[in-house]
């Protein structure tokens, strides 16, 4: 069964501490992505990676960060965290082209 | 600008009828469109994707059309059971490019 595991199901963290989200994939995927997700705004693409060691912003990079530095593992960073990055966060690999994405369970992350 | 819209963040329908969901874009030129299924508090998972040269495409009880005059997937249930409830998004992918822009879902609750 493959997999997108997400390090953390629920997170609760203060303002100005340095946040780091982990996403392991076991499907030997290139692609992997980073969205958040808020009430009414839907799905939004935060950075994304078709390699190791390779990254692409995406429609919201302010205030993130992301480091690959092996296939299987990506991870998301927030740098300062702040009230308005309070959000539920998802992880996926594949999706590349015609191919479907995979999603983990996602990290509810609130920020106070 | 270019935008993604689906047809209402809610829809109604009684068991045993088809439940249809429209997604809507502007100025984009998606190569592929796919559909994915959200249960409350989960990564979205898989449904189906079509091809820009693709009319229409079926599995079990769903079906998918893609008119890019009209820049239009329209998503059918058939025979909708409870089970069926879940948010519904419509992704495209941004031409041939490796990553995909969601829709902001519709709520399917079919109703016993």
Known sequence: DVKVTQSSRYLVKRTGEKVFLECVQDMDHENMFWYRQDPGLGLRLIYFSYDVKMKEKGDIPEGYSVSREKKERFSLILESASTNQTSMYLCASGGGGDTEAFFGQGTRLTVV | ?112
Do not use: M
């Open chain 2, 1 to 112: 600008s270019q935008k993604i819209e689906q047809n209402s963040e809610a829809l109604n329908i009684q068991e045993g009828k088809t439940a249809t969901l429209t997604c809507n874009y502007t100025n984009y030129s998606p190569a592929y469109l796919q559909w994915y299924r959200q249960d409350p508090g989960r990564g979205p998972v898989f449904l189906l994707l079509i091809r820009e040269n693709e009319k229409e495409k079926r599995k079990e009880r769903l079906k998918v059309t893609f008119d890019t005059t009209l820049k239009q997937s329209l998503f059918h249930i058939t025979a909708s059971q409870p089970a069926d409830s879940a948010t519904y998004l419509c992704a495209l992918a941004k031409n041939y490019g490796q990553n995909f822009v969601f829709g902001p879902g519709t709520r399917l609750s079919v109703l016993p």
